[in-house]
């Protein structure tokens, strides 16, 4: 492991970079869903799984693709202090 690049939480699948800067994650749970959860508006998407044998594939299409359409489009960029952005 990269010295440098910082350990991923358990359970995430995926992190991507949006147009301002902030991180979007895609991680795993709870139970049979996956969570999209932007960093910078904290915009959070739960996805419902498909069970089955071909649904791996499937739900990782899902879920890196609606990351991926946040982090594309999402400008926000997160307080300094961690609080939601307000929408006033
Ligand atoms: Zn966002």
Do not use: E, F
């Not at 301002?20 to 739960?46: E, F, I, S």
Request: proline share 9%; with cysteine; aromatic share 6%.
């Amino acid at each position: 492991m990269d010295p440098l690049t910082p350990r991923w939480p358990d359970g995430q699948l995926d992190r991507y970079l949006t147009l301002a800067g902030a991180m979007v994650d895609l991680t795993a749970g709870p139970g049979d869903y996956a969570t999209v959860k932007c960093l910078g508006c904290r915009h959070t998407d739960v996805i419902r799984y498909h069970s089955g044998p071909r649904g791996a594939a499937s739900n990782a299409r899902l879920g890196r693709g609606r990351a991926y359409d946040h982090a594309s489009r999402c400008r926000t960029i997160a307080p300094p202090d961690g609080d939601a952005p307000s929408t006033t």
